[in-house]
């Protein structure tokens, strides 16, 4: 695949097929994606790569964590507070939270439904296989961009093989079960986590066209000749 075919092609897929994807395609992926630069080449990432009954489980502790410690309601090490965020970074928020609930044709004030489809994070979308990017704390924050561009190397490269992928930050708030269930050493942060799988085409979130700013809304150019 031409890498510009991954990148236009490359959606956060909230739906996914029931149809497995094998140990030897995710080692692929990471192996193409350990490329990636870092600092002082410190190659910062640790990988969690579950699937199958492992998966069930996180998702099943996650969820009886989740009832006790309401999601959204533990301090998170490395959240920009929403009083903090201003324009245009607020709307393109908005924006895109919105056309999530178009997408599915849910109404902007069913809490309840709203409610349901943040909770599919705890099912990776449907997905077979979940991924957890970690960083050993002393490198943070310094390395946290390391781990980002890895994660984007992940998302490019599972485009070669078919694959589609969704970003999950939502996974920090239940670090304390991430931690227990993949036996994760406490001085590694849970940055984020991954669904990666096969798209469900059909999926209505699927449908969800994100827009993006021009270049010059966001680059100043400066001393080029032509
Ligand atoms: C670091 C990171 C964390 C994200 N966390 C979540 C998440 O927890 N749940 C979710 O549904 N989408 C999540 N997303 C997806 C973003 O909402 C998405 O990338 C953005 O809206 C742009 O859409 P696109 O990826 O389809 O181009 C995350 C994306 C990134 C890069």
């Known amino acids: 695949m031409q890498l510009t075919d991954a990148i236009h092609s490359r959606i956060s897929t909230r ?33 969690h790569a579950v699937s199958g009954k492992r998966l069930e489980e996180v998702t099943q502790k996650s969820l009886i964590f989740a009832e006790q410690n309401p999601i959204g309601s533990r301090k998170k090490e490395f959240q920009t507070p929403a009083e903090n965020i201003t324009q245009p970074y607020k709307g393109r928020r908005y924006a895109v939270g919105m056309g999530l609930y178009d997408a599915l044709g ?41 781990l980002g561009i890895f994660m984007g190397n992940v998302m490019l490269a599972a485009r070669e093989f078919d694959l589609h992928t969704c970003a999950q930050g939502f996974w920090q708030d239940v670090q ?3 931690h227990e269930v993949l036996d994760i050493p406490e001085d590694n942060f849970i940055f984020n986590g991954m669904a990666l799988g096969y798209i469900d085409p059909k999926h209505p ?19 080029f000749e032509q």
């Open 15 to 47: 739906g996914f097929l029931n149809k497995p994807v094998p140990e030897a395609t995710v080692r692929q992926i990471l192996d193409l994606a350990r490329h990636a630069p870092s600092g002082s080449n410190m190659q910062p990432w640790q990988v």
């Open 205 to 223: 979130a699927n449908s969800l066209v994100s827009g993006r700013e021009d270049v010059d809304v966001f680059c100043q150019f400066d001393g």
């Open 106 to 146: 849910i109404d902007r004030k069913d809490r309840v439904r709203r409610n349901q489809q943040l909770m599919q994070n705890f099912y990776f979308f449907g997905a077979p296989v979940g991924l957890f990017f970690c960083i050993h704390r002393s490198l943070m924050p310094g390395q946290l961009g390391d």
């Open 176 to 178: 304390p079960v991430l």
